[in-house]
């Protein structure tokens, strides 16, 4: 079974900068694609990053472009999200998700997870 723990989140002002780490404590990382979705108070979980595992490929949603980053690091199985320019609007709690490969389904289908970590808190003030 897979285990992903989030870190990395805190307070920040708009404008700045914070990058999440998600550790997989399953072996092995491979064969998993992985996203980041977050969830504001009162509103359903939304994605907002993801990356396949093999060959790197990038897909994130629109209100995130141009200002946040996922990568991973398959030899340390760890998953990242670099945020710049953060807004107000950012705030939520932040999850990491991991899906087989061959599952199938959109970037944004939370029914095709296999797994989530416990979500890191991300606070942008303006």
């Known amino acids: 079974q897979a285990y992903l723990v989030e870190s990395g989140g805190g307070s920040v002002q708009a404008g700045g900068s914070l990058r999440l780490t998600c550790a997989v404590s399953r072996r092995p990382f491979t064969n998993y694609d992985m996203s980041w979705f977050r969830q504001a108070p009162g509103k359903e979980r939304e994605f907002v990053a993801g990356?396949?595992?093999?060959?790197?490929?990038?897909d994130c949603g629109d209100s995130v472009k141009g200002r946040f980053t996922i990568s991973r690091d398959n030899a340390k199985a760890t998953l990242y999200l670099q945020m710049n320019t953060l807004k107000p609007e950012d705030t939520a709690v932040y999850y990491c998700a991991a899906k087989l490969a061959w599952s199938g389904g959109a970037w944004a289908d939370k029914d095709r997870y296999d797994y989530w970590g416990q979500g890191t808190q991300v606070t942008v003030s303006s």
């Open positions: 990356i396949t595992w093999n060959t790197g490929r990038t």
